[in-house]
């Protein structure tokens, strides 16, 4: 292009058109991270949620213990469901500051049913307290109130779940357009250049036909990588080393499943007098189910002796039909004298966090454990489920 007045008349158009898009970018920055800050948000207001709903139940297992005050605990599990449903508020309000999906929405309105069934029960255990009846109490706080609080406690991680996956897609929308616009304003820029550029030799030559480009293809969305919740696990950590007596071993392990997203574990302990490995303790089995376990030979093909032979975490993936597992070795400074397995739900056994996660807690059990006689803390009594 020779004429002088053109080639102004496209520099400034090019100008003006790579600031839009620079615009366009700087605007869709802003509302990525808005989207991250939303999410975050959301993601901390459930977890403190799910923290309210285990100090509750707390509070109502110590309606029925010996030595407590039923009128101080009963006055803590009432201010702790008022705050759960204060939180819950937040969760479900589309016009509130967490912005949060229609499927985290729904999930949250169902907590808060979930919530209504617990105060309805809870209120019946108040009732049978006051009137003496600490049988029929006992029965409402460890069969149908704790199932209610666990059903409350699930449904609140499906709404964090769920948002989680709505800022993952917004998220990738997002990318996708700064792409788009990124990938615009450089084809723009090649045919300026173009433009701009001062035809080359004689005029009657014949300009060489430029090569055809194929577009370029949209990557494909990037895998979601699950959260670990470090300062759960960090303050998790701490607990482990302030542990003093058996009995606070499996509110440990409770929160152990938690951060793991465990339907089960159980903490198998090596036997030096019979070489096997034995079940001492577990969380989200029933003691009949545990009673029936077997011990395990260190030479066993699966992954619990595999992960205990080779002293390496050892996954076993899950499909559509069957939940994943971790086991992670026990390994003190005398080697190895234990074996931490977990039964993983949705797929996160393949998660790099997750399997960090259960190596940090397998090494925390093994500062309690002894070959000879189990848990230095915790004996072969100290189960849960």
Avoid at 7 to 20: I, K, S, Y
Avoid at 65 to 70: E, L
Avoid at 272 to 295: C, I, N, T, V, W
Wanted: negative net charge; proline residues 5%.
């Amino acid at each position: 292009m020779r004429n002088r007045a053109v080639r102004v008349a496209v520099f400034l158009l090019a100008v003006l058109a790579f600031g839009a898009a620079g615009y366009e970018l700087a605007l869709l920055d802003r509302q990525a991270a808005a989207v991250r800050d939303a999410g975050r948000a959301f993601a901390q207001e459930a977890y403190r949620a799910e923290a309210l709903v285990r100090d509750a139940r707390a509070a109502q297992f110590a309606y029925v213990a010996d030595g407590q005050g039923s009128d101080f605990w009963t006055a803590r599990a009432a201010a702790l469901l008022a705050a759960i449903g204060a939180d819950l508020q937040k969760l479900c309000n589309p016009a509130g500051g967490l912005k949060p999906s229609a499927p985290a929405c729904t999930s949250a309105s169902a907590a808060l049913d979930d919530l209504a069934t617990v105060r309805r029960i809870d209120a019946s255990a108040q009732r049978y307290i006051q009137e003496n009846q600490r049988l029929l109490a006992s029965d409402l706080v460890f069969g149908d109130l704790r199932e209610a609080d666990q059903a409350l406690t699930a449904r609140i991680e499906e709404a964090r779940e769920r948002q989680a996956a709505a800022d993952e897609a917004a998220a990738v929308t997002i990318r996708r357009t700064q792409m788009a616009t990124s990938g615009g304003a450089a084809v723009f820029a090649v045919l300026v250049l173009c433009l701009l550029l001062p035809a080359a030799g004689p005029r009657t030559a014949k300009p060489a036909e430029a090569p055809k480009q194929s577009p370029a293809p949209i990557p494909a969305a990037p895998t979601a990588h699950h959260v670990v919740d470090l300062s759960s696990a960090a303050a998790l950590c701490t607990d482990f080393a302030r542990l003093r007596e058996t009995a606070e071993l499996p509110a440990l392990l409770e929160r152990v499943a938690a951060l793991l997203h465990a339907a089960g574990i159980v903490v198998w302990v090596h036997d030096a007098s019979s070489g096997e490995l034995r079940p001492a303790l577990s969380h989200g089995y029933p003691p009949q189910a545990l009673a029936r376990m077997h011990g395990i030979s260190s030479g066993d093909d699966n992954a619990t002796a595999s992960a205990f032979r080779e002293r390496r975490l050892r996954v076993v993936e899950g499909d559509e039909h069957r939940n994943g597992a971790i086991a992670a070795p026990l390994v003190a400074p005398d080697g190895c004298v234990g074996v931490m397995a977990a039964e993983i739900r949705g797929g996160r056994e393949k998660d790099d966090a997750t399997q960090a996660l259960a190596t940090i807690v397998a090494a925390q059990l093994a500062t309690l454990v002894t070959p000879q006689a189990g848990p230095g803390v915790a004996s072969s009594e100290a189960r849960t489920d």
